[in-house]
């Protein structure tokens, strides 16, 4: 075997240093399963208590269990949230804020991406324009005083490459017009707007909250399987393409190493706020957590406060304008 070869195959996989955080509470969002459930081993093995927020709590138990075969010790307790449904948002929040218990970090990870047919949450918004983004705006905005009690908490919010193709279409939002790939593109440059948006905010009214994005860059995770199969759909030929394509390993990477960048804004002393954080390997891909390339719609700071005010409009949810004061 060539020298360079067998050197590509025994080369070690990317992997990051987590502090110590005994003591610290997280928060995950689509914990059961995917990028979710890796994040949520990781920070458990380092000594966070970790609260799952998951739609199934069967499944929530289940990645528990599993959690636990390898860390015994793991603190997790299960909470069941719908980000498809701001009532469930307000309701977990609710029981949240009753317990009064800083939140170190916010991982607003779960969403939903590509399915073939125009769906609609629970308050008739886009499914996932409201799922990935009114969902963890609304829980964001529920859960900030828990933040700012925290005293130096983090939110890290999921994106995706494919917000580089995203545009807000500021007339049709809700996806009238409906293309799986477009509607999904404006949902993740609307998460990544979000995340920079609100370390503004925070920065000008002392919050103390840092706000970081992260993506995976081409990992393999069963969000490739479960919106374009959404409800039943038939995918057959994009789930054969896409099963193909995973077979090309410098394309794609497990979610060991998916999770990194996430893990890294919501971990690393050096992760800065308002950052955007993806693999540092070609195209951003795969590889080690490094400063992602930002899309230029996304420097767009008139339009993210566009958003930001239509977004606490129809989750009928508002911001602190300046300080705001915990009990």
């Known amino acids: 075997m060539p020298k360079t070869t067998r050197a590509r195959i025994n080369r070690p996989l990317p992997d990051i240093q987590i502090p110590d955080l005994h003591?610290?509470?997280?928060?995950?969002?689509?914990?059961?399963?995917?990028?979710?459930?890796?994040?949520?081993?990781?920070?458990?093995?380092?000594?966070?208590?970790?609260?799952?927020?998951?739609?199934?709590?069967?499944?929530?138990?289940?990645?528990?269990?599993?959690?636990?075969?390898?860390?015994?010790?793991?603190?997790?307790?299960?909470?069941?949230l719908d980000l498809a449904s701001l009532s469930s948002v307000t309701d977990f929040s609710d029981e949240l804020v009753r317990e009064?218990?800083?939140i170190d970090i916010l991982l607003n990870n779960a969403g939903l991406m590509m399915p073939p047919?125009?769906?609609?949450t629970e308050d008739g918004f886009e499914l996932q324009f409201?799922?990935?983004?009114?969902?963890?705006?609304?829980l964001t905005a529920h859960l900030l005083p828990l933040l700012r009690a925290a005293g130096t908490s983090r939110v890290v919010s999921l994106s995706s490459l494919i917000a580089r193709t995203g545009r807000l279409d500021f007339d049709d939002l809700q996806g009238l017009r409906y293309r799986a790939h477009r509607a999904y593109g404006l949902s993740k440059l609307a998460t990544l707007m979000f995340a920079r948006e609100l370390n503004r905010r925070s920065i000008a009214g002392t919050w103390g909250v840092r706000s970081i994005a992260a993506h995976p860059g081409a990992t393999v995770t069963n969000l490739q399987i479960t919106g374009p199969t959404h409800k039943g759909a038939s995918?057959?030929?994009?789930?054969?393409?896409?099963?193909?394509?995973?077979?090309?390993?410098?394309?794609?990477?497990?979610?060991?190493?998916?999770?990194?960048?996430?893990?890294?804004?919501?971990?690393?002393?050096?992760?800065?706020?308002?950052?955007?954080?993806g693999p540092g390997g070609f195209g951003e891909l795969t590889g080690a957590p490094a400063p992602a390339k930002l899309p230029p719609r996304s420097l767009d700071e008139a339009a993210a406060r566009r958003l930001w005010s239509i977004s606490e409009e129809l989750t009928n949810m508002t911001y602190p304008t300046g300080q705001i004061s915990c009990r």
Do not use: C, M
């Not at 047919?117 to 609609?120: A, G, I, P, T």
């Not at 983004?133 to 609304?138: E, K, Q, S, T, V």
């Open 23 to 80: 003591g610290k509470v997280a928060v995950v969002t689509g914990a059961n399963s995917g990028l979710g459930f890796g994040l949520t081993g990781r920070l458990a093995r380092a000594g966070a208590e970790v609260i799952l927020a998951v739609r199934n709590k069967e499944k929530g138990a289940e990645a528990v269990a599993r959690i636990r075969r390898q860390t015994p010790e793991a603190t997790l307790t299960i909470r069941h």
């Open 100 to 102: 009064a218990r800083p």
């Open 117 to 120: 047919v125009r769906d609609e």
């Open 130 to 138: 409201g799922t990935n983004h009114l969902g963890h705006f609304a």
């Open 235 to 277: 995918a057959r030929v994009f789930l054969a393409a896409n099963a193909a394509s995973h077979r090309i390993g410098w394309i794609w990477q497990q979610i060991d190493q998916g999770i990194l960048p996430a893990l890294y804004a919501a971990t690393s002393p050096a992760a800065a706020g308002g950052g955007y954080y």
